[in-house]
């Protein structure tokens, strides 16, 4: 799905392992959903992405602190807690997709 959405962000440099690990991970986790459900979670993953590198943390690796971190930004943000609850069981879904295929995520 991330192909053939036309907000999925582009890179000029050469993308790190881990991270391509883990759009790869997200590409295996949305082929199974349609377009509105894929997107919705494609950009929920791309939001813990994008605050996991901000904040120089491996994005593979992160603790149950930091997804409670994270969970804390986005009630700050105002998100609504179904909002919340969707972004906490697609983490979920991504971590149970990576254990099956032998990736370490916390």
């Known amino acids: 799905p991330e192909n053939a959405m036309n907000f999925a962000p582009s ?3 050469p993308i790190p ?3 391509q690990r883990f759009f790869d991970l997200r590409e295996d986790l ?3 959903y349609g377009y509105n459900t894929a997107r919705a979670y494609w950009s929920d ?3 813990w992405f994008e605050w ?3 904040r120089d943390r491996d994005v593979l690796n992160l603790t149950a602190k930091d997804r409670t971190q ?4 986005l009630r700050r943000r105002g998100y ?3 909002t919340i609850r969707r972004r906490g ?3 979920g879904m991504l971590e149970r997709i990576g254990t099956r295929q032998g990736v370490d995520l916390e």
Request: aromatic share 12%; charged share 25%; proline share 0%.
């Open 89 to 91: 069981v697609v983490l």
């Open 17 to 19: 392992d881990r991270w």
């Open 11 to 13: 890179y000029d440099e």
């Open 70 to 73: 994270y969970i804390a930004l």
């Open 30 to 32: 949305l082929l199974g």
């Open 80 to 82: 609504s807690e179904s």
């Open 45 to 47: 993953l791309q939001d």
């Open 52 to 54: 996991a590198t901000a």
